[in-house]
């Protein structure tokens, strides 16, 4: 078999668009209603969950210049703790993905609605869109990862327009009587803030994104950590005034039900044109997002498949070297999720599944920020000897941070998450039992900018 060619790599902007992009997806566009039951004290858990996010992403940035390796979580969690942690990290995060990305499929059907309004009642349509959507773009990313970052920046550059226009000229226009009760849930302040923050991080879920893909990243010790830092320092921004817009300009009892939050600010604000605008951005950012999910959800199987701690179909790719098995597996997969669930509401199958999806990713990042904490002690030479102290002093309160945000999800929630992953073990035992009677040689990673080699067949 011939060698394949070598890789297109993304770029800066490219690397950018995939954490913006996957960042700013369904989450901020939806979250208001989901955010609605506890009222303005919300706000409070986006400062907070905004200050984790901008600890993990330093915490994913240090590890990205020390280890540019495709993985992201996984391979940091790996290097540090071995095949086991290495696997329950690859496994979560894999769940994550394509459950969040049935999320971000519902998201999408939901802004769609504002146009379609069939798809708000007719529950079997709605799931056959977003179906449509999900493997429309899996058969992109299966053509190329070039293909799927160039779909990123196009999308990324669109959805911004809609959410600066409710973020900055919607500010203008808000109405104190329609924020409501500070505290609207009936709970206490820091119960409050702690289930409300559970939720908003599932806006900031991506940010690792340019990490998972490192090896198709040009330049990957100074692109990747610029591309998390300055994707995640701005989109932060972006979501606290775009929240307090929102919330000003729709009444509190029609925030909880509307399947279009910004689409209903924007109409509050500036009129129908304006509603129908940021619909339509909304929808197509939505759109955006699950495409650069569906280009991870190959690789994280992948990258753990190389090294033996996936079945090894995960480690084939395409002609263009992409993981065309992860991609497929994982679409299947979303399929039946959003099979299972569709007979529910849209705004109640987003919440539940942003909770489960966030969760199972929630765990990855304290395993990757727990990780530079045993690599700063056991690799110093990785780390360049500087500011090692303070990368510790991130790295402790990126772990504390993580496990606040665990505890937020709730208990039927963490319980669900759990059973998920307890599930591979099985899967683990299964894949050192195969090793023991033969053991399988790794597929070898490539001198940067050599074409990889063809992984083996099963």
């Not at 203008?172 to 289930?195: K, L, R």
């Not at 300055?230 to 979501?239: D, R």
């Not at 959003?338 to 489960?356: E, K």
């Not at 790295?395 to 307890?422: D, Q």
Request: proline share 5%.
């Amino acid at each position: 078999m011939s060698a394949q060619p070598a890789r297109r790599r993304l770029g800066l902007w490219m690397a950018t668009a995939l954490v913006v992009g996957n960042m700013i997806g369904s989450g901020v566009f939806l979250l208001p209603s989901s955010l609605a039951a506890y009222g303005p004290i919300s706000l409070v858990a986006w400062g907070f969950t905004a200050a984790g996010a901008i600890l993990l992403a330093l915490v994913f940035a240090r590890l990205a210049r020390a280890y540019p390796r495709t993985g992201g979580p996984y391979a940091y969690a790996r290097k540090a703790f071995g095949d086991f942690v290495g696997f329950q990290t690859a496994w979560g995060y894999w769940i994550a993905v394509w459950a969040g990305n049935a999320a971000i499929a519902v998201a999408f059907v939901g802004y769609l609605a504002h146009f379609w309004p069939e798809l708000a009642d007719n529950k079997a349509l709605a799931a056959g869109v977003g179906l449509a959507a999900i493997w429309l773009l899996t058969a992109v990313n299966s053509y190329g990862i070039r293909q799927g970052g160039a779909v990123q920046v196009a999308t990324t550059i669109i959805k911004l327009v809609p959410l600066l226009l409710i973020a900055v000229g919607g500010l203008f226009f808000i109405e104190s009587g329609n924020f409501g009760e500070f505290n609207a849930s009936g709970e206490g302040a820091f119960g409050a803030v702690t289930g409300a923050a559970a939720l908003t991080l599932w806006a900031f879920i991506g940010l690792e994104s340019a990490t998972v893909p490192a090896e198709d990243v040009q330049n990957p010790e100074k692109t990747i950590p610029r591309a998390t830092v300055a994707g995640t320092a701005v989109t932060a921004l972006i979501y606290i005034l775009g929240t307090v817009a929102v919330l000003g300009l729709v009444p509190a009892a029609a925030l909880a039900t509307s399947t279009a939050p910004f689409a209903d600010a924007a109409d509050a604000a500036f009129g129908g044109w304006a509603a129908d605008l940021v619909a339509a951005g909304a929808a197509i950012s939505a759109f955006g997002a699950l495409n650069g999910w569906i280009l991870l959800q190959g690789q994280i199987p992948y990258a753990a498949a190389r090294d033996g701690l996936f079945p090894r179909v995960f480690a084939r790719t395409g002609r263009g070297g992409t993981p065309i098995v992860g991609l497929v597996v994982s679409s299947v997969l979303v399929t039946g999720l959003m099979a299972m669930n569709y007979n529910a509401s849209l705004v109640d199958q987003f919440t539940f599944i942003i909770l489960l999806a966030t969760l199972t990713t929630v765990i990855p990042y304290a395993y990757a920020a727990a990780a530079q904490l045993v690599l700063l002690a056991t690799d110093r030479a990785a780390f360049s000897g500087r500011r090692l102290a303070g990368s510790a002093v991130i790295a402790l309160l990126a772990f504390g941070y993580s496990v606040w945000a665990i505890a937020g999800s709730g208990y039927e929630v963490v319980y669900k998450g759990t059973l998920l992953i307890f599930a591979g073990m099985p899967v683990y035992a299964w894949l050192k039992y195969r090793d023991q009677r033969g053991p399988v040689q790794a597929v070898q990673e490539p001198p940067a900018g050599e074409p990889e080699p063809p992984a083996q067949a099963a």
